[in-house]
T-cell receptor, first 114, second 114 residues
Framework: DAKTTQPTSMDCAEGRAANLPCNHS???????VYWYRQIHSQGPQYIIH???NNETNEMASLIITEDRKSSTLILPHATLRDTAVYYC???????????????FGGGTRVLVKP | DAGVTQSPTHLIKTRGQQVTLRCSPK?????VSWYQQALGQGPQFIFQ???????QRGNFPDRFSGHQFPNYSSELNVNALLLGDSALYLC?????????????FGPGTRLTVT
């Protein structure tokens, strides 16, 4: 799986949009970008994933650049409960590679401030 | 809809002992993965079970073994415990049969080896 690079930490204001960047310059054509977050003392929580098109769900939006070498996770209206470590992960998601593991890096520690 | 459940929540063992951790996947899921998370680090993949077989394994010694039952639940066994095995052990489930690979994590079991 391709390696990802994320900032170590970032702060954002409650109620504002939080934009979390991720670089994955060695991503392959069949690799998806996944985002998870881990709130203190809990298991990681799936947020969203995408291949090349922008994706949106009830939690967040995922913007992937046209060359797919980077992406941004957007939390539209950050709340204090969004304080967590956010992980950007690149992995293959095909039937043949259904057993592929998630490889977690250090993630970005996001602190939402009042 | 029941999520991923793990038992026990906390466990204290002595060096050299053996431990068994249990996981029940999210309803409808057929694949279980296990991860180890040391304090301050991201989760590290141990192995994955699908159709009662180990499908993929991370860089962990043979002291770590597992099992998946016909009802898709799973156990993680660790023999000859070392102090370095102290960690949060996370179970994640997914639905391989329907090509849905996003993994859903349980709350984890906190293992302390003294």
């Amino acid at each position: 799986d391709a390696k990802t690079t994320q900032p170590t930490s970032m702060d954002c204001a409650e109620g504002r949009a939080a934009n979390l960047p991720c670089n994955h310059s060695t991503i392959s054509g069949n690799e998806y970008v996944y985002w998870y977050r881990q709130i203190h003392s809990q298991g990681p929580q799936y947020i969203i994933h995408g291949l090349k098109n922008n994706e949106t769900n009830e939690m967040a939006s995922l913007i992937i650049t046209e060359d797919r070498k980077s992406s941004t996770l957007i939390l539209p209206h950050a709340t204090l409960r969004d304080t967590a470590v956010y992980y950007c992960i690149v992995r293959v998601a095909t039937e043949e590679a259904a057993g592929n593991k998630l490889t977690f890096g250090g993630g970005t520690r996001v602190l939402v401030k009042p | 809809d029941a999520g991923v459940t793990q038992s026990p929540t906390h466990l204290i063992k002595t060096r050299g002992q053996q431990v068994t951790l249990r996981c029940s996947p999210k309803s409808g899921h057929d694949t279980v993965s296990w991860y180890q998370q040391a304090l301050g680090q991201g989760p590290q993949f141990i192995f994955q079970y699908y159709e009662e077989e180990e499908r993929q394994r991370g860089n962990f010694p043979d002291r770590f073994s597992g099992h998946q039952f016909p009802n898709y639940s799973s156990e993680l066994n660790v023999n000859a415990l070392l102090l370095g095995d102290s960690a949060l052990y996370l179970c994640a489930s997914s639905l391989t049969a329907r090509l849905r690979y996003e993994q859903y994590f349980g709350p984890g079991t906190r293992l302390t080896v003294t």
